[in-house]
């Protein structure tokens, strides 16, 4: 019912009411393997639906899906933006998913790109294909994130 009332877009009204009579919807995982949060940044729910799921169950921040995506991961493979990247990240999520890629392969901007150096994000870190956050900033034609890497 979460799920689908995340589908739908509906209001953080509805959310939290769905939510408030059946907590543990927080913690269900649909057929891909996501929790309601997955489903919300996939979307591109308000942040402030995003900011109540997150605070209601934290321990769904490092939950992966079927691929090995965290809610963080999905953020930035769809450029949710430096408030939501910083919401998602939670201390030594800088694991890898099924494709062997952390974090820092994903991101699409250069302040979620300064943001995930700072907090000790490695830079040099291949992925299944062998290929670096460089790669990836040089494919998306992303000269900026190429610099912030270098710095």
């Not at 995340?6 to 009411?17: F, K």
């Not at 809610?71 to 430096?82: D, E, Q, S, V, Y």
């Not at 991101?107 to 000790?120: A, G, H, P, R, T």
């Amino acid at each position: 019912m979460l799920h689908a009332a995340l589908e739908q877009n509906c209001s953080l009204g509805t959310i939290a009411r769905i939510v408030d009579a059946k907590p543990r919807r927080l913690y269900k995982l649909n057929a891909f393997g996501n929790t309601p949060l997955h489903s919300a940044v996939a979307r591109g729910a308000p942040f402030e639906v995003i900011e109540f799921l997150a605070k209601k169950a934290p321990g769904i921040l490092t939950t992966k899906n079927r691929r090995g995506n965290t809610p963080l991961h999905i953020a930035l493979m769809r450029g949710r933006g430096l408030t939501t990247i910083k919401l998602l990240y939670t201390e030594g999520l800088d694991t890898p998913n099924k494709r062997g890629r952390v974090p820092l392969h994903l991101v699409s901007d250069e302040e979620s790109c300064l943001f995930l150096i700072k907090k000790n994000h490695r830079v040099i870190v291949v992925d299944k294909r062998g290929r670096t956050p460089f790669y990836y900033a040089q494919k998306n034609r992303a000269p900026e994130m190429i610099l912030s890497l270098l710095r």
